[in-house]
C-alpha cells in the first residue's frame, strides 16, 4: 500500500559527498519516523539516523558530526547528507518508514523499507 523510494547513491571518493532521498507515496495516512540504516557485506544492517515527526533526531556515533537527516513532511521525503565519507561507510542504505497507512476504511501503524541504495566510498 506505501512505496518508498531511494535515489542518490554511488561511488564517491573518501572525503567526498553524497545526498539520499527517499520519498514515500501511496495509501500513507501519516508518518510518525523516517530513517536510514545501512548494510555492510556479512555485517548485520544498522541505524544510521532517523528523525520523528516532532523532529527529533538520532544518529549513530559514527556518522555524528558527518551526516544530517532531514525530512520534507509536504513530500513525505527524507534526505540523508552525508559529508566527509569515509571507505568504512561503504554498505547498502535502506529507508524505513514508521507509519499509518489505510485501505478503505480501515488504519493501521506499518513498518516499510526501500530497496536499498549502494553507496561506495574508494579510499
Known amino acids: 500500500q506505501v512505496q518508498l523510494v531511494e535515489s542518490g547513491g554511488g561511488l564517491v571518493q573518501a572525503g567526498g559527498s553524497l545526498r539520499l532521498s527517499c520519498a514515500a507515496s501511496g495509501r500513507l495516512f501519516s508518518i510518525n519516523q523516517m530513517g536510514w540504516y545501512r548494510q555492510a557485506p556479512g555485517q548485520q544492517r544498522e541505524l544510521v539516523a532517523v528523525t520523528t515527526s516532532g523532529g527529533n533526531t538520532n544518529y549513530a556515533d559514527s556518522v555524528k558530526g558527518r551526516f544530517t537527516i532531514s525530512r520534507d513532511k509536504v513530500k513525505n521525503t527524507v534526505y540523508l547528507q552525508m559529508n566527509s565519507l569515509e571507505p568504512e561507510d561503504t554498505a547498502d542504505y535502506y529507508c524505513?518508514?514508521?507509519?499509518?497507512?489505510?485501505?478503505?476504511?480501515?488504519?493501521?501503524?506499518?513498518?516499510?523499507w526501500g530497496q536499498g541504495t549502494q553507496v561506495t566510498v574508494s579510499s
Open positions: 524505513n518508514a514508521d507509519l499509518i497507512d489505510y485501505s478503505g476504511t480501515y488504519a493501521r501503524a506499518a513498518d516499510y
